[in-house]
């Protein structure tokens, strides 16, 4: 019976754990905490999704790489990621090249975050209402880490970002979601 019991525990963590946001404060609710970058970016209780805040990130001249991130340990057992952001942007200027824009970055790390490959979840350009954007994104074999990055990249403007969440998938999970995504 107490294997049964162990069991059933060990069991409703790993699926309770498989739900959970990897992102900390990704609602922006507890100011900058957990973010690193805090000094290009501000919090705005006016324009936001849902609860006190969204993050902004603006810039007038000089088109430079301004970006928040946050780096989160990948849990064991995860095949596959699934990113989940909201977009706001108001004069994101398009520029030549298609990188240059708001943007959602992941990039997948080892131990020492060395990057070993990258995924843009979104790229953003002009003037846009509340979006989300989500994608699964398979991990590489041997990533250990994640370094989730909210960018203007690049070009000028102004971007908000709210609600942003990473969940760990499983391999039929990602199946799933995959398959609704073709």
Aim: charged content about 25%.
């Amino acid at each position: 019976m107490k294997q049964l019991f162990l069991f059933s525990l060990l069991l409703l963590s790993a699926i309770t754990n498989a739900q959970m946001n990897l992102v900390k404060n990704g609602a922006f609710e507890r100011d900058l905490v957990n973010w690193r970058g805090e000094e290009i970016a501000a919090l705005s209780p006016y324009e936001k999704k849902s609860g006190k805040n969204s993050v902004m990130i603006n810039q007038f001249t000089g088109a430079e790489w301004r970006a928040l991130d946050q780096i989160v340990l990948i849990p064991k057992l995860t095949y596959a990621v699934e990113c989940s952001v909201w977009i706001k942007t108001d004069q994101v200027e398009s520029q030549k090249e298609e990188y240059k824009a708001a943007a959602v970055i992941l990039e997948f790390t080892n131990d020492n975050e060395k990057q070993i490959s990258t995924e843009t979840i979104a790229q953003v350009k002009g003037t846009t209402s509340w979006t989300n954007y989500k994608k699964a994104v398979k991990i590489p074999s041997d990533a250990k880490k994640i370094r989730i990055m909210l960018a203007l990249a690049q070009t000028n403007g102004t971007v908000f970002f709210d609600d942003v969440n990473l969940k760990a998938l499983g391999e039929e999970e990602y199946a799933k979601v995959d398959s609704q995504n073709k």
